[in-house]
């Protein structure tokens, strides 16, 4: 059974650095083909794909967001973490990490999502 | 702006079928057959509904179908059930350099 779970700062102020630590059991990141991914969505809004680590530390990044965004993983300890920098309000969202099949490209598996609102 | 256009909105009423759109480009949906769908109820994570442009993962109904002409990928889902109701994403592949693309969702309302 596999599952993800997202944790860190509920609120952050501008300019600072947001740190999000994705948890996860039931498969490993280190099996060909596996990637995490994060996504996130703004209260009322759409989804936007920000990042994707794959299982032999491939990382690919959003381009509108790639200046920001550093993406890595913990095999051993189940984990993936994503930083963003300069955070700003317009970045209030939900963020989500998700499985991803990268040999047919989906995110069949998602955590439950973690609401970052960015305000002074 | 999403990189895939989708309608806003959809209804139906209960029993029949509707069909979603979601239009990209040559360099997206249009070359590759690695379209996803998902459908997310409110305050609820996104569920994968549909894979490679027409897979259904198991344990999703056969009511949801995908295809896809050109550049534009369909979902289309029959027999409209009142737990339909939720909003829908079209994703797809779309080349190393952007890599991800996201659709701008349509809600579905069930009449």
């Known amino acids: 059974q596999i599952t993800l779970k997202e944790s860190g700062p509920t609120l952050v102020k501008p300019t600072q650095t947001l740190t999000l630590t994705c948890t996860f059991s039931?498969?490993?990141?280190?099996?060909?083909?596996?990637?995490v991914g994060w996504i996130r969505q703004p209260p009322g809004k759409a989804l936007e794909w920000l990042a994707l680590i794959y299982w032999n530390d491939d990382k690919r990044y959003s381009p509108s967001l790639k200046s920001r965004l550093t993406i890595t993983k913990d095999t051993s300890k189940n984990q993936v973490v994503l930083t963003m920098t300069n955070m700003d309000p317009v970045d209030t969202a939900t963020y989500y990490c998700?499985?991803?099949?990268?040999?047919?490209?989906?995110?069949?598996?998602w955590g439950q999502g973690t609401l970052v609102t960015v305000s002074s | 702006q999403s990189a895939l256009t989708q309608p806003a909105s959809v209804s139906g009423s209960p029993g029949q079928s509707i069909t979603i759109s979601c239009t990209g480009t040559?360099?997206?949906?249009?070359?590759?057959?690695?379209v996803s769908w998902y459908q997310q109820h409110p305050g609820k994570a996104p569920k994968l509904m549909i894979y490679?442009?027409?897979k259904r993962p198991s344990g999703v109904s056969n009511r949801f179908s995908g295809s896809k002409s050109g550049n534009t990928a369909s979902l289309t889902i029959s027999g409209l059930q009142a737990e339909d109701e939720a909003d829908y994403y079209c994703c797809s592949y779309a080349g190393s350099s952007t890599n991800v693309v996201f659709g701008g969702g349509t809600k579905l309302t069930v009449l």
């Open positions: 490679e442009g027409s």
């Open positions: 040559s360099s997206d949906v249009g070359s590759y057959n690695l």
């Open positions: 039931g498969f490993s990141l280190s099996t060909s083909g596996v990637g």
């Open positions: 998700a499985h991803h099949n990268g040999r047919t490209f989906y995110f069949d598996y």
